[in-house]
Nanobody, 118 residues
Framework: VQLQASGGGSVQAGGSLRLSCTGS????????IAWFRQAPGKEREFVAH????????YYGDSVKGRFTISRDTAKNTVYLQMNSLEPEDTAVYYC????????????WGQGTQVTVSS
C-alpha cells in the first residue's frame, strides 16, 4: 500500500490550499483515510478523517469549520481543502489509512509541508 501526499506550499494567513492523497496497492472500500499534521517541536495532531465507503467525516476541533475532507473514489484520492489558514496551521501534513475498526493507522504518506505566514 502506498499513499502519495501532495499540494503543500506557502500561503499568507487567510488563504487556502488543497492537499491531495492518492492511494494505491489495495481497495480502500473498508478503510478510513485521515490527515494528520506535525509542527516542529509539537506532537502529531489529528486533523480529519473520511470513511471511504459512505464518506462519513470527522474533524479535529482546531480545524472545524475551516477544513473540509473529501474523497474521489474514481481517482483513489482524498482531498483536504484548507480555508482561512492561520500561522498555527503551519506543519507537515501526512495522510494515513487504517481499516474500519482498526486501532492504528498502518500506512502513511511521505508528508507535505504547509507554511502559513502572518
Amino acid at each position: 500500500v502506498q499513499l502519495q501526499a501532495s499540494g503543500g506550499g506557502s500561503v499568507q494567513a487567510g488563504g487556502s490550499l488543497r492537499l491531495s492523497c492518492t492511494g494505491s496497492g489495495r481497495t480502500f472500500s473498508y478503510d478510513v483515510i485521515a490527515w494528520f499534521r506535525q509542527a516542529p517541536g509539537k506532537e502529531r495532531e489529528f486533523v480529519a478523517h473520511v470513511h471511504w465507503s459512505g464518506g462519513n467525516t470527522y474533524y479535529g476541533d482546531s480545524v472545524k469549520g475551516r477544513f473540509t475532507i473529501s474523497r474521489d473514489t474514481a481517482k483513489n484520492t482524498v482531498y483536504l481543502q484548507m480555508n482561512s489558514l492561520e500561522p498555527e496551521d503551519t506543519a507537515v501534513y501526512y495522510c494515513a489509512t487504517r481499516r474500519i475498526g482498526g486501532s492504528s493507522y498502518n500506512y502513511w504518506g511521505q508528508g507535505t509541508q504547509v507554511t502559513v505566514s502572518s
